[in-house]
């Protein structure tokens, strides 16, 4: 690359200004990723892409637009610029679009404090093969596997700068790397499978290849011989691997575009308790070598630690400053953007209290119930919060598994379920969300 990022970004706020914008504000991502995947111990699979992208928003009075394009020639942001501008004029008028005021703007831009790049070496595609490689084998050395469907590592890296006219201009660089395994057991209509996986900012902290592998042979074979469950009303355990997806039903619900559109279960629940007593889910932008963590939003605006939930009380909404204007708050500096479209409401790193029982105890206290290991499917009403989605896992009897299950249907309503949730103690702490696995009574089983 011949210029920076920031330099990139000045000329093409420069070539809004001189094509008439009133104001503007620019996002400029070059990156790298390098993928391998292997099969039966041989390369199967080998990716490697590499660009870089510009994306541009332009206001024109109370009219916005956004453009975006991977050429960076001045000709070509030139040409940007006017189209965007171009299009902002026939564009209807938004009263809640707009950059933030220049007082609004954080200083805090010192993004290495949060440890999200690595600076050692791209790993050679190599050595990434040598990691799937081992993983596969250790998969397979369980003698009740009957293939490893994929084994895969990854790497990735990418560097932002944001830029205003409003004077805001900074970046930082993200790095990551990823190692998973699929292994299946059984043949035939008896094959089942299973996975594990590992991703991290840095490479130090990767979990060892063979562990991933062994782990996800030791899951496929646990899933040997399931059948449906019992149809009828049971506790629910959701593990730990699928329990956020339940927590992430709520932030959805909190989110600022929904709220602000009126097509949310929860529009007119602040002030009331949505989770048990003791219970808080807490956005912490600022956790070191966490993926998530920024010091600032996409807007500009410093991020913060909040509580979304406090004490089983819902406190407020996940807000950018378009949704904040629209519903007379202020901006939770949750802004998030891509090249191609303008900002919008989005989490960094949440965590939900954790309990105090383990996952194992949780059993014991389920009685007669489900084990939840994997979901599929969704069907959630946003307006009225009913929930139902695929689940297999593993049927419990008097406090012990005792057979696995699949091919069966989780249903309840958000509202309640989400009132009734006893927590583990089991969330992973280098997560980005951190969940632990959730007990949830009298939900609907449809199995056979």
Not at 360 to 388: A, F, Q
Request: aromatic content about 4%; some cysteine.
């Amino acid at each position: 690359m011949t210029q920076s990022l920031s330099d990139l970004s000045d000329q093409i706020l420069a070539a809004a200004r001189r094509a008439g914008a009133d104001a503007a504000d620019a996002i400029a991502v070059d990156g790298t990723s390098l993928s391998i995947t292997v099969r039966e111990g041989a390369l199967e699979q080998a990716e490697r892409s590499e660009g870089i992208d510009i994306g541009l928003r332009v206001f024109v009075g109370k009219r916005q637009a956004c453009v975006s394009s991977s050429d960076t020639k001045l000709a070509t942001l030139n040409q940007m610029a006017e189209r965007a501008v171009a299009m902002a004029k026939e564009a209807p008028e938004d009263p809640y679009a707009g950059l933030a005021d220049p007082s609004q703007l954080t200083t805090n831009i010192q993004t290495e404090t949060l440890e999200l790049f690595d600076p050692s070496d791209e790993p050679d595609p190599a050595a990434l093969q040598e990691d799937a490689t081992r993983a596969e084998a250790a998969a397979l050395r369980n003698s009740s596997i009957s293939q490893v469907q994929s084994a895969s590592a990854g790497y990735g890296r990418r560097r932002i700068h944001l830029a205003a006219s409003n004077g805001f201009s900074a970046g930082y660089a993200r790095s990551d790397r990823g190692l998973s395994c699929v292994a299946i057991s059984g043949t035939g209509a008896g094959m089942e499978r299973d996975y594990d996986y590992d991703s991290r900012v840095f490479q130090a902290d990767l979990r060892d290849a063979e562990e991933i592998g062994r782990i996800a042979a030791e899951r496929a074979v646990e899933r040997i011989g399931a059948k449906k469950p019992k149809t009828g009303a049971y506790p629910v355990l959701f593990d730990e691997r699928v329990a956020s997806a339940l927590i992430g039903s709520l932030l959805q619900a909190t989110n600022g575009m929904m709220i602000a559109r009126g097509s949310s279960w929860l529009r007119d629940a602040i002030g009331e308790q949505v989770l048990p007593s003791g219970l808080s889910v807490i956005e912490n932008p600022h956790r070191a070598r966490v993926t998530g963590s920024r010091l600032f939003d996409a807007e500009g605006l410093a991020t913060s630690q909040r509580s979304i939930v406090e004490n089983g009380i819902l406190t407020g909404w996940t807000l950018d400053l378009a949704t904040a204007r629209k519903l007379g708050m202020q901006s939770t500096a949750n802004a998030a953007r891509g090249t191609s479209s303008p900002p919008s409401p989005s989490l960094t790193n949440v965590s939900l209290t954790q309990g105090h029982q383990t996952r194992e105890e949780l059993i014991k206290d389920i009685g007669t119930g489900l084990l939840v290991t994997s979901m599929i499917g969704s069907t959630i009403n946003p307006n009225t919060g009913d929930y139902s989605r695929g689940a297999a896992g593993f049927w419990v009897e008097n406090g012990e598994i005792t057979y696995p299950v699949n091919e069966c249907t989780v249903a309840g309503n958000l509202r309640d379920m989400l009132k009734t949730i006893i927590p583990a103690n089991d969330g992973r702490m280098h997560l980005s969300r951190v969940v632990p696995s959730l007990l949830v009574s009298g939900l609907t089983l449809a199995g056979d």
